[in-house]
Every structure is written in C-alpha cells, then in structure tokens.
C-alpha cells in the first residue's frame, strides 16, 4: 500500500493550496479518507475526512475554509485550502481506512508552511 501526498509549500497568509494524496495496494473507493496535520510537540490531528459513501467531517478551525474531495477513478484524495492562516503551518498527512477497526494506512506528509 502507498499513499503518495503532494501539494505543500510556502504561501502567504490569505493564500491557498491544494494537497494531493494518490493511492495505490487499497480498493480505494472501499476506504474513508482523511488528512491530518501535526507539528512539532504536538499530537497528530484530524483536518477533514471523506467516507466512502462522500459523507465529509472537518475540524472546526478549518471548515468554510478547507474542502476535502475524492475522485475515485484517480485513487485520488484532494484537500482545497483556501484563506491560509499561519496556525494552518503544520506537516499534512493523508490517511487511509476502510473502517474504524481496521488497518490505518498514511502517507509520508507534505509540508505546509504559511508566512504572516
């Protein structure tokens, strides 16, 4: 199984991005989808989540500001992020499960850093 994420960089607060999380080794469209963000000394957290069945979750200091789509002919996992704050500044990881008490997958994280 690989989840392969892309998309971070340097942008400027107010600014935008979007991240990429391609998979391979899952029946993709079987699995929930999530991103998650950490920094440093803190604990892993949830920005948003995709289900199977399109049903989306996110954190509440990203929603009307972050989308997270899926495009299952890609094995594809997107996450739109739009007015950037510098608390958004974090290493993104994707993440695959097909339920709640079955294997977690994650991808290698994609840096995300927003300037003031």
């Known amino acids: 199984v690989q989840l392969q994420a892309s998309g971070g960089g340097l942008v400027q607060a107010g600014g935008s991005l979007r991240l990429s999380c391609a998979a391979s080794?899952?029946?993709?469209?079987?699995?929930?989808m999530g991103w998650y963000r950490q920094t440093p000394g803190k604990l892993r957290e949830l920005v948003a989540a995709?289900?199977?069945?399109?049903?989306?979750k996110y954190a509440d200091s990203v929603k009307g500001r972050f989308t997270i789509s899926r495009d299952n002919t890609k094995n594809t996992v997107y996450l739109q992020m739009d007015s950037l704050k510098p608390e958004d500044t974090a290493v993104y990881y994707c993440?695959?499960?097909?339920?709640?008490?079955?294997?977690?997958?994650w991808g290698q994280g994609t840096l995300v850093t927003v300037s003031s």
């Open positions: 080794g899952i029946v993709f469209s079987s699995h929930e």
């Open positions: 993440k695959a499960q097909r339920h709640l008490f079955s294997r977690a997958y």
């Open positions: 995709i289900t199977s069945g399109v049903v989306t």
